[in-house]
């Protein structure tokens, strides 16, 4: 089968390498108009086709690398690294992206997939999805290079091959780490399609509202997915890495939320140039930093520049990549050199206070967090360069830095929505923020009588002052969408004479994208109120003899035992804790500690208990060697529910925002003049 | 004092909210944080796990025990935070921080971000203001300059005829 994958490997480099030569001299030959001896429309369907087999013959590899996981074949360098004989099926799959080779061949298979879908959908537009699909097979030659000749995944082992294989790393033995990769790399490789239709469009001056329509729902959906892997991602540091948070500002982290950051920027300034024909440039270039961003990420942690606790894979492919990305960045400056003034815009911004302005706002502060992150990112790397000291750059950084710039962007989802288009008058400015101001105070009165306390012995407490301020923030938010969606219910309430709920359903069908959106931006104030729970985290550790007691909140944790259990895969030892509240009991939680056999390492399996107050979160860190007693350590984590809530909430505007407007039959009957208008038609369809 | 002088409703009601905040902060004042907590969340632990030291959670740590010791003997000796700081530094290094200083080249660290987005800002605002000087054009006055080829205009108009998409929506919010 290594063999198989090998051959694989090696046709789909052909294939891809014929896509892009052929596609490019078609796409020459149709520009300039030259004669030649074949057709160059035939020539592009070619090149087309052989996109299509590159994807086939890299599917190939991807099935030869999961069989070989599946029949334990341990000739396979990779398969002896990353499993072994008793790893139970859904972690057989998670083999493929747990190493760096694997994760190289999803990366690759995922291109050729989501270019295998655009080239079926080439009838839309054949010469633009020509374009799109050469420059899709030049990202995808890049990557059977890296495959073929820095990072082999079929490499075989010299020497007598083991009857069992290293296993997989304990940390990735948890539910998430089957789904949580794979989302995240469709979010990445996602990035490429609205990439390759920029990149695309604009060397054939193709008009750029046409482009960024036809790549919106590639767009959305990519970012639904890396959205979906980021929180993924957070919820396995949460319930593994057992340290009680889900955000470390980890390097790892961090490059998978930069291209998100410009990524969301991308999808609010894209209206501005579909309504208004503005921001054409900018928009160009946010989907360019976006796919090289996608590209930064891996260039940075796998290539060793900066170290993470969640590279699980580092070698020397950095170059690869920092080659390639140099690549891109010349072929992007060249060609936007060369046709800008295609990218000329249609209109300006006329007033300070306006829809516009707020998308340009909303764009800034969004690429500002980028930038924080990247500069703190590689700034161990510049301080090391520079005065030859490297220094850590950590949560207290990003807290003080970060946060501030987050609380200003949950500020304009709320305000962007209540400005008009153009401009706007301060009776207006009036009319629409009385009711989230109000909200905003109210929630601030609120906190503070309940014993939120931004002041701590004459100090200000940042962590509660950020807090407060966001959940007034996420108060006036709230308010601001309620209230629009109310407005739009309440005329069409008093037109159909539906009840308000069923008016907004009719209203949110009637311009999904519109307030698909809006749901969207309730789910991250959702999120931000979840985050901002954080300040008021709680923990206690103890150790813990039979019948011993710690408090921690409400809750009294009482040991009643420990157990031990085994199996193929690994040996654990529990813990059993009663939790009582006001003397009741109420449930057992049951912390574990694992030992895998084939690799020898320890993890921990943390015990949560979820309710939308908060998280009781129990660690078994193990047993004091002295006394043989088991240490635990207890959180009380507010408000972490609402966090995956609000993905939830995010996800499903996003797929509502993907779904076609429902078109009032209003608009779309033709009734003669003659005729009288009937109250169905008046009414609208649904 | 006349009618001249009374203030409107909404100015008090103003005045009373920003009172009653005033009141809730004070009433908060005196409660006592832990230092050790605090201080702890401010450095590294140093065995590798890249954790704050508040937050290592590895039994048999070789390190946290004995920083989370020496970081309690810095607090009992009534040393300043910058005193046990400087201590860890001249012992583990400047790692040991779990964020830049503000001096020397590390201060930059921290201001380059406001820097980049307060100069950011202000060319926004600036070229808002200018475009607004400009009254708006519409989409023709601007468009025609840029395509003066017909042969270009024609063709871009024959894509948009030619694809079914429709862009006259009014996506977005």
């Known amino acids: 089968m290594a063999a198989f994958g090998s051959f694989c490997l090696l046709i789909a480099l052909a294939l891809a390498a014929y896509n892009l030569l052929a596609g490019a001299l078609a796409l020459r030959l149709i520009a300039t108009g030259q004669p030649a001896r074949i057709s160059p429309e035939r020539l592009a369907d070619t090149a087309r086709r052989a996109g299509i087999a590159g994807f086939w013959a890299v599917t190939g590899a991807a099935f030869a690398l999961v069989y070989s996981v599946f029949t334990n074949d341990f000739s396979i360098t990779y398969i002896l690294d990353h499993s072994n004989r008793a790893l139970p099926i859904p972690y057989k799959f998670a083999a493929l992206w747990s190493g760096q080779e694997g994760s190289l061949l999803l990366w690759a298979w995922l291109l050729g997939t989501y270019g295998f879908i655009l080239r079926l959908l080439h009838k839309t537009d054949v010469k633009l999805y020509a374009y799109a699909g050469s420059i899709l097979a030049g990202i995808q030659v890049f990557f059977l290079l890296v495959l073929n000749f820095a990072a082999p995944p079929f490499a075989l082992l010299k020497g007598a091959v083991p009857p069992d294989g290293n296993g997989l790393n304990p940390l990735l033995q948890y539910p998430e780490m089957v789904i949580h990769p794979p989302m995240l790399y469709l979010g990445y490789v996602g990035f490429s399609v609205p990439f390759a239709f920029a990149l695309g469009a604009l060397m054939m001056r193709y008009p750029g509202e046409k482009w960024i329509r036809i790549t919106r729902a590639w767009t959305m959906v990519t970012w639904m997915f890396l959205t979906c892997g980021i929180f993924l991602g957070m919820h396995w540091a949460y319930a593994v890495l057992g340290w009680g948070g889900y955000w470390g500002w980890d390097p790892v982290e961090n490059a998978s939320f930069m291209p998100w950051l410009t990524g969301t920027a991308f999808l609010h300034s894209v209206m501005m140039q579909e309504r208004k024909g503005m921001m054409k440039s900018w928009n160009v270039w946010l989907i360019f930093s976006t796919f090289l961003l996608t590209m930064l990420g891996t260039t940075l942690t796998r290539g060793g520049l900066v170290s993470s606790v969640h590279a699980f894979a580092q070698s020397s492919i950095g170059t690869w990549f920092v080659v390639f990305m140099g690549i891109v960045l010349a072929i992007c400056i060249f060609t936007y050199v060369l046709q800008r003034g295609h990218l000329k815009t249609e209109h300006h911004l006329e007033s300070l206070v306006s829809r516009e302005s707020s998308f340009l706002f909303n764009n800034l502060v969004l690429l500002t967090a980028c930038f924080v992150i990247l500069w703190g990112t590689l700034f161990p790397i510049i301080s090391e360069y520079v005065q030859g000291t490297k220094v850590t750059v950590g949560a207290p950084f990003y807290n003080r830095v970060a946060i501030p710039i987050g609380l200003f962007l949950l500020f304009l989802t709320g305000v962007g929505p209540l400005l008009p288009w153009r401009a706007t008058s301060f009776k207006a400015i009036k009319r629409n923020f009385v009711l989230p101001v109000i909200a905003l105070w109210a929630t601030v009165i609120v906190c503070l009588a309940v014993g939120v306390k931004p002041w701590q012995n004459g100090a200000i407490d940042t962590g509660s002052f950020y807090a407060l301020v966001s959940f007034a923030v996420a108060a006036a938010v709230l308010t601001a969408i309620g209230s629009e969606f109310l407005r739009g219910a309440s005329v069409i309430s008093r037109q159909t004479g539906r009840n308000l709920l069923a008016a907004t359903w009719l209203l949110t069908r009637r311009n999904t994208r519109r307030y698909g959106g809006y749901l969207v931006h309730i789910g991250v104030v959702v999120v931000v109120i979840g985050l901002a729970g954080s300040a008021f985290n709680r923990s206690v550790e103890s150790e813990m003899a039979l019948h011993d007691r710690i408090q921690i909140g409400p809750y009294t944790l009482v040991q009643v035992g420990a157990t031990q259990d085994s199996n193929d895969n690994y040996n654990s030892e529990y813990t059993m804790l009663d939790v009582y509240k006001g003397g009741k009991r109420l449930f057992q939680m049951t912390p574990e500690k694992r030992f895998y056999l084939a690799s020898g390492q320890p993890q921990t399996m943390v015990a949560i208990h979820s309710v939308p107050e908060w998280d009781l979160y129990v660690v078994y860190e193990g047993t004091n060697p002295d006394t043989a007693q088991p240490i635990i350590k207890a959180f009380l984590n507010p408000l972490v529910g609402w966090i995956w809530l609000g993905l939830v909430v995010m996800v499903v505007g996003t797929l509502i925002a993907l779904v076609p407007s429902l078109t009032p039959a209003t608009a779309s009957l033709r009734v003669p003049a003659a005729q009288p208008v009937t109250e169905a038609v008046l009414k609208g369809g649904d | ?173």
């Open chain 2, 1 to 173: 004092m006349g009618a001249s002088t009374r203030l409107p409703a909404w100015v008090k009601a103003l005045e009373a909210t920003f009172l009653a905040v005033a009141i809730c902060f004070s009433l908060g004042a005196s409660s006592p944080t832990s230092r050790i907590d605090t201080l702890s969340h401010r450095l590294m632990c140093q065995c590798g796990c890249a954790q704050l030291l508040g937050e290592c959670d590895h039994v048999g740590c070789p390190d946290r025990d004995k920083e989370l010791a020496e970081l309690t003997a810095g607090i009992a000796s009534s040393l300043t935070d910058q005193q046990i700081f400087d201590t860890f530094v001249a012992k583990y290094g400047a790692t040991v921080l779990a964020a830049p200083t503000t001096h020397g080249f590390d201060l930059v660290a921290w201001i380059a971000p406001f820097a980049v987005f307060g100069a950011a800002l202000l060319l926004t605002i600036l070229l808002i203001r200018r475009w607004g000087g400009l009254g708006g054009k519409s989409r023709a006055e601007f468009t025609e300059p840029a395509f003066v080829d017909p042969a270009e205009r024609e063709r871009i108009e024959r894509i948009r005829r030619e694809t079914s998409i429709d862009t006259g929506s009014s996506g977005g919010y």
